[in-house]
């Protein structure tokens, strides 16, 4: 084993660190005005108990600390509808809800704002967003829409975004391809093979969100590099067989392979055909997305 993937396989086995902490306080006035209409405010003491004292519930956070399990929390519950839009949000009683200050409320609510699920305006307070108005693609709203009531829908439409951009981003990667980027694709081929041989799932699916990251990150088209981010979080809220790469298998290890063998050899065609053989492992992804007509 090189040692690049004992590295990875023991990095894998550790805690996640989450996601980097709060940046600096939002100056945005999310205090509610004199006279604001509180008909719709959320009652809270509906919500699930278990959503409560974000304090004491460190799992299953993408954040660090209290600001990051509260973005998380509150974005679940715009997500899944339990707090629909318009509703207006009070930052104290978020704040006694949840037992956080007013400072992890605000900043909270900024990071929600900049995903365009809140927004907040002078005289009027923070209120929830309408769907068409959410940033579909920022990693945490995929996830949590994977999650969520939409998963379905969510599942399909990734996968249905996947077959757009990987084929076309495997071809081109061909044409772009460097000594040390062809090595790296290589590296992650064998820690999946190790992985999968010690039956470890979170080094495999590391390993291969990394591939397919890198393979979008090489094809030299900067608009196609910021949709990396999606695939990573395709791979890790699929939940289910969509593509080949949702389950550690001899099969789709062999088309990882066949992908890196294509790329050194300058074969734009050959990485492409399979790139679509990799996303079509499991029958029922060409009921999910057909394969594009031939024309």
Not at 61 to 74: K, N, T
Not at 126 to 143: A, C, M
Not at 171 to 182: D, M, S, T
Not at 235 to 260: F, K, M, T, Y
Request: aromatic share 4%.
């Amino acid at each position: 084993m090189t040692t690049l993937a004992h590295t990875m396989m023991t990095a894998a086995r550790s805690a996640d660190s989450g996601l980097a902490g709060p940046g600096e306080l939002d100056r945005y006035p999310y205090a509610e005005a004199p006279g604001v209409d509180r008909v719709g405010v959320p009652a809270w003491e509906g919500t699930d108990p278990e959503l409560g004292r974000v304090g004491r519930r460190a799992g299953g956070s993408r954040g660090r600390g209290l600001h990051g399990q509260l973005v998380q929390q509150l974005g679940q519950m715009i997500v899944s509808g339990d707090l629909g839009a318009d509703r207006p949000l009070v930052p104290e009683e978020i704040g006694q809800r949840f037992e956080v200050s007013r400072t992890v409320v605000r900043e909270s609510l900024r990071v929600l704002e900049a995903k365009g699920l809140v927004s907040a305006r002078p005289n009027v307070g923070t209120r929830v967003r309408p769907v068409s108005d959410w940033n579909l693609l920022d990693p945490d709203i995929i996830e949590w829409r994977a999650y969520g009531p939409q998963r379905d829908d969510q599942r399909r439409e990734l996968s249905e975004l996947r077959w757009t951009i990987e084929p076309l981003a495997a071809r081109l990667a061909a044409g772009h391809g460097r000594e040390e980027v062809q090595q790296r694709l290589a590296d992650m081929v064998e820690i999946m093979g190790h992985s999968m041989a010690q039956g470890d799932a979170l080094t495999f699916s590391r390993a291969d969100a990394e591939f397919h990251s890198l393979l979008i990150q090489v094809a030299g088209n900067r608009m196609l590099e910021h949709l990396s981010g999606i695939v990573s979080a395709a791979l890790q809220v699929s939940g289910g067989p969509i593509a080949g790469c949702d389950r550690p298998n001899e099969i789709s290890l062999a088309h990882h392979a066949r992908i890196v063998d294509a790329l050194a050899a300058g074969d734009g065609a050959a990485a492409e055909a399979a790139m679509r053989q990799l996303l079509a492992v499991h029958p029922e992804v060409e009921r999910v997305v057909p394969a594009p007509r031939e024309h």
